[in-house]
């Protein structure tokens, strides 16, 4: 039986020639990205903002301006209501009770329910969650402060690792990808909560991943094609990962679609997030931070300045280029 391959072998595609026209994108991307989230803004869960949110499911679609009217009714405070996942189901926040704790906020939500079962017969309420003010703005703050330290270590850890050229090009790229996922959410208005911090982190984690492995076969490739032009080095680099980029992001996508379809809407919007991270992490992988290396000035030469400094490059035998025979050893055929 013949084994299945999504990327052919020897692959040879110029993924260095199309780089500026990548880069244009990404900061045409970044900059729209930055610019819905500024102008629209998050849909914030509960668990940022604080208070009561409860999520109605009706037997059919209805009219927000009749639901928000009779809740209006009910002197629990100004609500804010948005439709979420389909016509049928609203999302419903209220402000906490200012005394009585848990007690009141229960009181609040049967009050709000038996209202709107008597405006509305058949409507159920799937789930409803309450955080004080407090604790929000602690996640919040919780919340940033991990997914920067996580890019900022991660990008310290490349420059250690490698040169400061990879450090940055993996910053410039993990950045990309969690601006396009805040975009994503600014755009669609699904709701940002605990869940999509964690998505985010993930996505941070699978995108240094895929680049990790780029880079070292773009070092090894250095070492070994010390006189070979670094565009020609890139895409070399880029195409030998390439078949292993491909089935993981492939593999991955084919277990959220199928989280997407069967988990139901409270891991929509987390399943959405990990999709989109995926696509766009892959992307600025093969495209942006390998690419970005011949703008930082990075070289064979560089590296290998670096390397003879430790001692790396002693015994190694001078390489120009890939042969064609499969072996590197100088000796013939």
Do not use: C
Request: charged share 20%.
């Amino acid at each position: 039986m013949k084994l299945l391959k999504l990327v052919p072998d020897n692959t040879n595609i110029g993924f260095v020639a199309v780089r500026k026209w990548a880069f244009a994108l990404t900061a045409l991307l970044t900059v729209l990205a930055v610019g819905a989230t500024a102008h629209k803004g998050l849909n914030l869960g509960v668990d940022f903002v604080g208070g009561l949110m409860i999520e109605a499911k009706f037997p059919q679609a209805v009219d927000t301006d009749k639901v928000r009217s009779t809740i209006g009714t009910l002197g629990v405070g100004e609500s804010s209501l948005q439709q979420f996942g389909d016509a049928n189901t609203v999302q419903i926040r209220l402000p906490l009770p200012e005394q009585g704790g848990a007690g009141a906020a229960n009181a609040v939500v049967e009050k709000t329910r038996l209202a709107m079962v008597a405006q509305f017969p058949g409507v159920t309420f799937s789930r409803y969650d309450t955080v004080s003010g407090k604790v929000s703005g602690e996640l919040i703050q919780n919340g940033v402060l991990a997914v920067v330290l996580a890019i900022l270590g991660i990008a310290v850890f490349s420059w250690f690792r490698y040169e400061w050229q990879f450090g940055v090009s993996t910053f410039v790229a993990i950045v990309h990808d969690v601006l396009m996922t805040l975009g994503f959410f600014a755009v669609t208005q699904l709701e940002f909560d605990l869940n999509i911090i964690a998505a985010v982190l993930t996505i941070v984690g699978y995108s240094i991943n895929d680049k990790m492995v780029i880079d070292d076969r773009i070092r090894e490739n250095m070492r070994k094609y010390r006189k070979m032009d670094m565009k020609s080095l890139i895409d070399l680099s880029v195409n030998e990962t390439l078949p292993r980029t491909v089935m993981t992001s492939v593999t991955i996508l084919l277990a959220l679609g199928a989280l997407l379809l069967l988990g139901g809407h409270v891991l929509r919007g987390f399943t959405a997030a990990m999709m989109l991270g995926i696509i766009v992490g892959t992307y600025s992988s093969v495209y942006v931070s390998s690419s970005l290396l011949i703008s930082l000035g990075l070289t064979p030469q560089t590296s290998e300045k670096k390397a003879a400094k430790k001692g790396d490059y002693a015994g190694t035998a001078e390489r120009v280029g890939p042969r064609e025979t499969g072996r590197d050893d100088g000796a013939k055929p």
